[in-house]
């Protein structure tokens, strides 16, 4: 899990469900050893990411409700300019 991820997706509220399901001693471990994984992707990553013809774009709510999309196109309507960044074509038609 990078660092970068941590900052992003563990908010206040998440932090606090963690604790009420029990995961977050563990999540907390591992955030001090400091063995968090840089956030740039591998040219592994990025070659894989290029090829596929879709994938799902998932955030959530602060109400804990999930928002799932489907984004697809031919092979490489993905791209990942750098190592830290994913770009596409947002189709006409998507109404998002």
């Known amino acids: 899990m990078s660092e970068g991820y941590d900052r992003v997706a563990f908010t206040e509220h998440v932090r ?7 995961s977050r001693a563990a999540l907390a471990r591992l955030e001090r050893r400091g063995g968090s994984p840089p956030d740039e992707l591998t040219k592994l990553e990025r070659n894989f990411i290029v090829q596929r013809d879709g994938f799902y774009l998932a955030t959530t709510s602060d109400t804990g409700w999930p928002y799932v999309q489907f984004r697809g196109g031919p092979p490489g309507f993905v791209r990942s300019p750098t190592e830290l960044s994913l770009a596409w074509a947002d189709f006409r038609g998507n109404r998002q």
């Open 16 to 22: 606090d469900a963690q604790a009420r399901y029990g």
